[in-house]
C-alpha cells in the first residue's frame, strides 16, 4: 500500500472514531447522579490507536461538526455551545487525545504502565480543560449566581474523574490488544512501498 493510501486509511479511521464519539455522547450507563457517557472512551482509545495527530483530528471533526449544528454534543450542537460551561471538555479531549496518543506511541510495543500513564494524564488534562472553562463560564458569562472552586472542583471532577477513568481503563485493555495489529498493518504498508 502506498503512503497516500496509507493516509487515506488514516483520515478514513478519524472519520470512524469522530462517529463513534458522537454515539458515546448518546450512549448513558444508568448510575445514580452521575452522567456517564462513552465519550472519554472513544476519545482515549482514539488517541492510543490512531497515534497523538490523527487521534486529535478525529476529535477535531468531531467538535466541528458539533458547531456547524449537527446535534452531536450531549446537549444538541450549534456553535453558540461554545458558551456553555462544559465546552471546555471538549477542548480537553482534543488535547487529552493528542497527548494519550503521542505518549502511547513513544514506542513500537507499548506496554500497560504506558498505555495506563497515557491514559491518566488524557484524561486528567480533559478534566483539568473542562474545570477551568466551567469555572470561567459560571462566573464571567452564564450569570446565574456562579459557582466557587471548591464547588466546581467536587462537581467537576472529584464526582465525574473517578468514573471517566475506570471507563477508559477498559480502553487501554482494548488498546494493548489492538495496537499489535495496527502496527503489523503499518509494517505490511512500509514493506510495500
Not at 61 to 72: C, D, E, K, T
Not at 129 to 150: D, H, K, P, Q, R
Request: net charge positive.
Amino acid at each position: 500500500m502506498t503512503k497516500a493510501k496509507n493516509k487515506t486509511v488514516m483520515i478514513c479511521m478519524c472519520a470512524i472514531f469522530a462517529a463513534l464519539i458522537a454515539i458515546g455522547a448518546f450512549i448513558r450507563i444508568p448510575i445514580p447522579y452521575i452522567n456517564v457517557t462513552l465519550q472519554v472512551f472513544f476519545v482515549v482509545l482514539a488517541g492510543m490507536l490512531l497515534g497523538g495527530k490523527f487521534g486529535a483530528l478525529s476529535v477535531i471533526v468531531y467538535v466541528m461538526l458539533g458547531l456547524i449544528g449537527i446535534p452531536i454534543f450531549t446537549e444538541g450542537g450549534g456553535f453558540f455551545y461554545i458558551l456553555k460551561p462544559t465546552f471546555g471538555y471538549l477542548i480537553g479531549f482534543i488535547v487529552g487525545a493528542y497527548v494519550t496518543g503521542k505518549i502511547a506511541n513513544a514506542v513500537h510495543n507499548p506496554s500497560i504502565k504506558r498505555l495506563l500513564t497515557a491514559d491518566f494524564i488524557g484524561v486528567l488534562i480533559m478534566y483539568a480543560f473542562g474545570v477551568v472553562y466551567f469555572y470561567m463560564a459560571s462566573n464571567l458569562w452564564v450569570g446565574n449566581g456562579g459557582i466557587s472552586i471548591g464547588d466546581c472542583l467536587l462537581y467537576c471532577f472529584v464526582l465525574l474523574f473517578p468514573k471517566d477513568l475506570a471507563i477508559s481503563i477498559l480502553a487501554v485493555v482494548i488498546s494493548k490488544r489492538l495496537i499489535p495489529l495496527v502496527r503489523k498493518y503499518q509494517e505490511v504498508d512500509k514493506n510495500d512501498c
